[in-house]
Nanobody, 125 residues
Framework: QVQLVESGGGLVQAGGSLRLSCAAS????????MGWFRQTPGKEREFVAA????????YFADSVKGRFTISRDNAKNMVFLQMNSLKPEDTAVYYC??????????????????WGQGTQVTVSS
């Protein structure tokens, strides 16, 4: 089993940037696709971004395309979400997740097998 711990959330003004990190431990995750999801109170968790096991393919929700990037460092068991040009509507709890299926599958709605505990991102206007 893989354990995930997110960090890097916080309060930022609109237009600012944050970088979320996700540290993996347990069995190797280097063969798994990894992704980021977010959730606000009263709403379902939504897909944000995903990356293939080798990092060669990335997928993004339309709402974050051009503003967010996802990357991974398999040697360090880390996944990152760089968030630029943040908007108040990006405010949410952000979750790191992983699954042996592809990043494309994750983007298309496959529920990842394992999750982190989440980190709060708040964007003020």
């Amino acid at each position: 089993q893989v354990q995930l711990v997110e960090s890097g959330g916080g309060l930022v003004q609109a237009g600012g940037s944050l970088r979320l990190s996700c540290a993996a431990s347990g069995r190797t995750f280097s063969n798994d696709a990894m992704g980021w999801f977010r959730q606000t109170p009263g709403k379902e968790r939504e897909f944000v971004a995903a990356i293939s096991w080798g990092g060669g393919s990335t997928y993004f929700a339309d709402s974050v395309k051009g503003r967010f990037t996802i990357s991974r460092d398999n040697a360090k068991n880390m996944v990152f979400l760089q968030m630029n040009s943040l908007k108040p509507e990006d405010t949410a709890v952000y979750y790191c997740a992983g699954d042996p299926k592809t990043g494309q599958a994750m983007a298309r709605g496959v529920t990842p097998r394992y999750w982190g505990q989440g980190t709060q991102v708040t964007v003020s206007s």
